[in-house]
């Protein structure tokens, strides 16, 4: 069930670059972003209080969903737009795509929340080079030029490995609640300096932008929140950032699916180094409801509220 919905995770954030690219047709960079996660904490929120559940009301919540919020969309978001301007996109998807091993590293070197198994080491490592198998190569041949733009890329990788790992101090509220607190703080973020920045009375976007942008919000950034966060509890950092090699599998499906691609063997043999070093970083072990216990002794002392 769990790798089911981490496949549909991957789906959801893996089409949401085609939904962007189509977006921007019409819409400015920074106020797509912003339409996007305001739209996403609009419908969280509706669905806390469908579910009847009450949003935190003391400040350091709000202060940690402000940290994650910037982990998973201000600050992640905004440097990946940067640096995906300069970088052709196989290499940033190559470099997009490290979040698993920057996760294995702070959990080495700092959290040691879970034990590290040559399993683990090994699927990180397979499903990296089936990430390599699908987009060529030849894409790391860029490696060294527009250094500052490559290195943005990586920045935003170690951001979205740093929001799998502080996401675990939430482990005592519903996944609703904090997915929808998250984007209330990026939204209170993001659409005021849209506003000043882009003014976006002044755009005019087609129809078909409108409905990617609205697609990306509700489907590619709310509904996809809300699995993440559940996956976070379940797999934990290192299992739900293994979905981040899914999505290049996503995109390149995609390609068959939409645009009629073919796929060579070379890609077959990607997608299957994808999928079984996913399955290896994710198989269950002994070590499941060590880790949860620990997960939650993490939540405590970081200072998250009781579970509601």
Known sequence: MELALLGLLALLWGSSYLLIKVALAGIPPLTLIALRVAIAAVLLIAVVRMRNEHLP???ATWRAFL???FFNSIGAWTVLAWGQQYVDSGLAGVLNSTSPLFVFLLTALWTRHEPITMRKTA?????????LLLLGVDALAGIGRQVVAQVAVLVGAFLYACAALN?????????????AGTMACAAAVLVPVCLAVDRPW????ASISVVAALGLGVFCTGFAL?????LLRTLGPIGVTSQSYL???VSVLLGVIVLGEHVTATVGLGLLAIVLGVAAMNVPNKEKALRGTESRAFARTAGSPPAR
Do not use: E, I, M
């Not at 699927?123 to 990430?131: C, P, R």
């Not at 809300?226 to 559940?230: K, S, V, W």
């Open 57 to 59: 009301a003391d400040a």
């Open 67 to 69: 940290v994650q919020a």
């Open 123 to 131: 699927g990180a490592l397979l499903g990296l080079a089936g990430v």
């Open 167 to 179: 996401g675990r101090r939430f482990n005592a509220l519903p996944p609703t609640v904090t997915a």
């Open 202 to 205: 002044h755009s005019h976007p």
């Open 226 to 230: 809300l699995l993440y966060f559940r």
């Open 247 to 249: 999505r290049c599998g």
